[in-house]
């Protein structure tokens, strides 16, 4: 079967004549012919143009190929052959800092005067130096102890938002008749909410033990965590008769990678370095619902 792929730029503006020369003489570099497509695409909000290349490229070549079209202010994907977009119908993405704003726990901790301690674990956890995220959800969850069960009405209304393109991407994966999948190593509180406001099928995340209006400190049940989120996913698919190559993923942090790999299409949403090298598309500019023009 033949490993070419479809490379598709993305962004705000229109694109630039200067990436097409730039992408196309660096494939030189690399014994390669990219073929632009006659034909750019916009909507009314994105621009986006396409390449054929003959074959897969490593992780370097891809690296190097989305630092050009940083330069000019495009993100960049990178589609298999094997990729039939007709073919979807599942989406699952990660909550905290892919769907939404903000890292939840986080900002519970602020409101404790815990910010920086829990933060700290997070960020580690994200670039994948903690490599137990049950460990590390516990460790954080534990500095919450004694916090009001108010606080999380207070995160949610105050400061939690859906970023850019996440109520149009999940109105158009409903209207394709998706099944979309929140899938968090954060709190169902916050997934609950997020589920009857942006339409989700289904969602699935943790639940921070409450007694007497106030956390404990503890996680109840089992923790979600990367392993889980790509069951979860799995299952989705099962429900939906299809495979995993039929889903696109979402998400921005290390425990996503196990959800990630090996689906249709994997996006890296503002990610830690490490998912952007292993994700088909790379979203550092263009806001969510940009991945309904990879299936477009």
Avoid at 15 to 26: F, G
Avoid at 142 to 163: H, I, K, M, T
Avoid at 211 to 229: E, F, H, M, R, S
Wanted: net charge negative; aromatic share 6%; proline share 3%.
């Amino acid at each position: 079967m033949s490993k070419h792929l479809t490379l598709v730029a993305l962004a705000n503006t229109p694109i630039p004549a200067e990436l097409n020369t730039a992408l196309i003489e660096h494939a030189k570099v690399l014994g390669l012919e990219l073929t632009k497509c006659d034909k750019d695409f916009s909507d009314s909000k994105y621009f986006s143009a396409r390449w054929n290349c003959p074959q897969a490229l490593m992780p370097e070549a891809r690296v190097a190929m989305r630092d050009i079209a940083s330069v000019h202010n495009t993100d960049l994907a990178f589609l298999s052959s094997g990729f039939k977009p007709d073919e979807v119908k599942v989406l699952a993405m990660d909550m905290d800092s892919t769907l939404i704003n903000i890292e939840c726990i986080d900002e519970i901790a602020d409101f404790t005067g815990k910010k920086a301690a829990v933060s700290e674990i997070t960020e580690a956890t994200m670039r994948g130096e903690i490599k137990d995220f049950k460990e590390s959800l516990r460790r954080r969850v534990a500095l919450l102890a004694g916090v009001s069960a108010e606080v999380l009405d207070s995160v949610y209304q105050e400061r939690l938002r859906p970023n850019p393109g996440a109520i149009e991407l999940l109105a158009g994966a409903n209207a394709k008749g998706f099944h979309s999948l929140l899938v968090s190593g954060g709190f169902t509180f916050f997934t609950e909410k997020l589920q009857q406001q942006l339409g989700f099928k289904q969602a699935q995340a943790n639940t921070l033990e409450i007694i007497d209006g106030k956390l404990t400190g503890k996680v109840l049940g089992d923790i979600v965590d990367g392993a889980a989120k790509a069951a979860y996913l799995e299952q989705a698919c099962t429900l939906m008769d299809c495979h995993k190559k039929n889903a696109i993923t979402m998400g921005d942090g290390s425990n996503d990678l196990p959800m990630m790999h090996g689906s249709g299409i994997s996006i890296a949403y503002k990610a830690k370095p490490i998912v952007k090298e292993k994700a088909d598309a790379a979203f550092d500019r263009v806001g969510l619902d940009a991945a309904l023009l990879l299936i477009a």
